[in-house]
């Protein structure tokens, strides 16, 4: 059992940088990949950035240059940079974790991100 708490979400103007961060507890067994998603209104939930426990990352193209994903393996943390943020970034994000890749795992509860001036 893995529980995830994310924080870090928040309103801020296009351009400007928030850092996420997702706390996490239980088995360290089940966090091989973590994951960063996200959801806009009205839209899919996609996903967004991904890490594994050797800290190999993959970050969806709409992102990469902008955020960066990293994970604290002793804290059991995993943090989202954002910098150069748009209003197409606005969404619910989402930590998630898995003992593999394809597997159902665990989320979180999600933190709100609004870009907008």
Not at 58 to 65: M, P
Not at 100 to 108: E, K, N
Request: contains cysteine; proline residues 3%.
């Amino acid at each position: 059992q893995v529980q995830l708490v994310e924080s870090g979400g928040g309103l801020v103007q296009p351009g400007g940088s928030l850092r996420l961060s997702c706390a996490a507890s239980g088995s360290i067994s089940s966090m091989y990949v973590m994951a960063w998603h996200r959801q806009a209104p009205g839209k899919q939930r996609e996903l967004v950035a991904t890490i594994t426990d050797s800290g190999r990352t993959n970050l969806v193209d709409s992102v990469k240059g902008r955020f960066t994903i990293s994970r604290d393996n002793v804290k059991k943390m995993l943090y989202l940079q954002m910098n150069s943020l748009k209003p197409e970034d606005t969404a619910v994000y989402y930590c998630h974790s898995a003992a593999a890749w394809g597997s159902p795992g665990y989320w979180g509860q999600g933190t709100q991100v609004t870009v907008s001036s």
